[in-house]
């Protein structure tokens, strides 16, 4: 997986070499939280940031549909997180 997710980067930086990069994982499942926060700390690239997002439990019929994907509740509810590292990084 470190490797696909290194890939995944660099390919991404090769294609937009000004972009800003968020990775924000961690909604649905957090078991690669380490390796990809690893990753990204190797690349050594400050516009490439891992974001932890908030994790939902998969009991809270509220929040988790079908499958244990998050309901637009969920979304509205995690957005404020990503919302304000844009803000940051962009200078909204």
């Not at 890939?7 to 990069?21: G, K």
């Not at 974001?51 to 019929?61: G, R």
Request: with cysteine; hydrophobic share 50%.
């Amino acid at each position: 997986f470190a490797r696909a997710a290194r890939d995944l980067l660099v390919q991404i930086r090769a294609t937009y070499p000004r972009a800003e990069i968020l990775w924000f994982y961690g909604l649905m499942a957090t078991k690669f939280i380490p390796v990809l926060k690893e990753v990204i700390c190797d690349l050594a690239d400050t516009h490439t940031v891992f974001l932890e997002a908030p994790h939902i439990p998969a009991n809270d019929p509220q929040r988790m549909g079908c499958n244990y994907h998050p309901t637009s509740f969920a979304h509205a509810e995690v957005a404020p997180v990503l919302v304000a590292e844009l803000r940051k990084r962009l200078g909204w």
